[in-house]
């Protein structure tokens, strides 16, 4: 089962509900966009349709069910993300599914399991245990995520996921002869949104200018600044992060993080999320395996990796494929009292 939770968190994706309307007594709406089941208790939910595809609408139920869904996965992510974010990521699956459905993909309960990694024998109480976990029923988990693995193996049809010889070599030398050793970081980061205006890219820059510059006075406490300035969720832990390998973090922060001596400060470095200030507080020295060693132990690693780029690469071509209409307003999210 970690290895399938493991996919799940990489992917940071997952295929959900039908795409029927479905009403409370469990009879097909005549409307696809009248709400069958309501969803007002969740954080986000869909009062109407919620796109269309091709002119097909996107039911307010296949919406509600799978934010239900994902919102019921322990320290699920989508509770910290905005409305137009959670949006996207369901579109996304939901496109991907009805490209599957539309080209008649249809892969075994046995290829499923495979492209989990998962023994076949071993794929049903997988999934009991994950039903388990997140409080879900049985059939609704295997629905869940055999709707999933099937979006992402539908993207490898269109960008290969097999892992060759050149990508083994690429991470080998990442991860262990650019910097054989490991870090332990904490950092800071200062948000910037991915429709942020140059002037706003700006303030935060500064703001994370000042604070570094405040982080090296004699005295100071990172954790508290973390606190205090932090817009990451590792804030409440002073903003430590762990210890990682080369080829585990994103590139700018990873070539900041390990060219930092033990108890030094960066300044502002950029990466998608924002700006970051990094303190290194600790370094040790790993012991690389060889090579073959390696390609034996991350074969997972390398086809997850490739399942990332086919997700990547893959879901821009089916917006262009199909006329979508993504519907924003009939999305709400709930007002605590």
Same mark, same amino acid.
């Given at each position: 089962?970690?290895? *399938?939770?493991?996919?799940?968190?990489?992917?940071?994706?997952?295929?959900? #509900?039908?795409?029927?309307?479905?009403?409370?007594?469990?009879?097909?709406? /005549?409307? /696809?966009?009248?709400?069958?089941?309501?969803?007002?208790?969740?954080?986000?939910?869909?009062?109407?349709?919620?796109?269309?595809?091709?002119?097909?609408?996107?039911?307010?139920?296949?919406?509600?069910?799978?934010?239900?869904?994902?919102?019921?996965?322990?320290?699920?992510?989508?509770?910290?993300?905005?409305?137009?974010?959670?949006?996207?990521?369901?579109?996304?699956?939901?496109?991907?599914?009805?490209?599957?459905?539309?080209?008649?993909?249809?892969?075994?309960?046995?290829?499923?399991?495979?492209? #989990? +990694?998962?023994?076949?024998?071993?794929?049903?109480?997988?999934?009991?245990?994950?039903?388990?976990?997140?409080?879900?029923?049985?059939?609704?988990?295997?629905?869940?995520?055999?709707?999933?693995?099937?979006?992402?193996?539908?993207?490898?049809?269109?960008?290969?996921?097999?892992?060759?010889?050149?990508?083994?070599?690429?991470?080998?030398?990442?991860?262990?002869?650019?910097?054989?050793?490991?870090?332990?970081?904490?950092?800071?980061?200062?948000?910037?949104?991915? %429709?942020?205006?140059?002037?706003?890219?700006?303030?935060?820059?500064?703001?994370?200018? +000042?604070?570094?510059?405040?982080?090296?006075?004699?005295?100071?406490?990172? #954790?508290? *600044?973390?606190?205090?300035?932090?817009?990451?969720?590792?804030?409440? %832990?002073?903003?430590?992060?762990?210890?990682?390998?080369?080829?585990?973090?994103?590139?700018?922060?990873?070539?900041?993080?390990?060219?930092?001596?033990?108890?030094?400060?960066?300044?502002?470095?950029?990466?998608?999320?924002?700006?970051?200030?990094?303190?290194?507080?600790?370094?040790?020295?790993?012991?690389?395996?060889?090579?073959?060693?390696?390609?034996?132990?991350?074969?997972?690693?390398?086809?997850?990796?490739?399942?990332?780029?086919?997700?990547?690469?893959?879901?821009?071509?089916?917006?262009?494929?199909?006329?979508?209409?993504?519907?924003?307003?009939?999305?709400?999210?709930?007002?605590?009292?």
């Amino acid at each position: 089962m970690r290895r *399938l939770v493991l996919l799940f968190i990489l992917l940071h994706c997952a295929a959900c #509900a039908s795409s029927s309307s479905v009403s409370r007594e469990g009879v097909s709406s /005549p409307d /696809p966009c009248v709400v069958g089941e309501p969803a007002t208790d969740l954080l986000f939910h869909a009062t109407g349709c919620v796109a269309t595809i091709d002119g097909v609408p996107v039911p307010p139920d296949a919406f509600n069910a799978w934010i239900r869904m994902q919102l019921a996965s322990p320290n699920s992510l989508y509770a910290e993300l905005s409305k137009d974010e959670v949006l996207k990521s369901f579109m996304d699956e939901h496109i991907t599914d009805y490209a599957a459905s539309e080209a008649g993909f249809d892969p075994s309960d046995e290829e499923l399991a495979k492209a #989990a +990694d998962i023994p076949f024998e071993d794929f049903e109480s997988s999934m009991r245990d994950m039903a388990e976990m997140r409080g879900v029923e049985e059939e609704e988990e295997i629905a869940w995520w055999s709707r999933k693995i099937r979006g992402v193996m539908y993207l490898c049809t269109l960008s290969s996921c097999e892992a060759t010889e050149e990508d083994y070599r690429l991470v080998y030398e990442q991860k262990y002869l650019r910097y054989p050793v490991e870090v332990e970081v904490s950092h800071m980061l200062f948000a910037v949104d991915e %429709n942020a205006t140059d002037d706003e890219v700006e303030a935060a820059r500064r703001l994370a200018e +000042d604070v570094s510059v405040e982080a090296r006075l004699q005295g100071s406490d990172f #954790a508290e *600044l973390a606190r205090k300035h932090s817009d990451d969720r590792s804030s409440v %832990n002073g903003g430590a992060l762990g210890r990682f390998a080369a080829g585990s973090l994103i590139e700018p922060f990873e070539d900041a993080a390990f060219s930092l001596e033990v108890g030094e400060i960066s300044g502002p470095v950029r990466t998608s999320y924002g700006w970051h200030i990094i303190l290194v507080t600790d370094r040790v020295m790993g012991v690389a395996p060889t090579f073959e060693e390696f390609k034996s132990q991350s074969e997972f690693l390398l086809r997850t990796y490739k399942f990332q780029t086919a997700h990547a690469e893959g879901i821009p071509r089916l917006y262009e494929r199909y006329d979508v209409v993504v519907m924003p307003e009939s999305v709400q999210e709930r007002v605590n009292p």
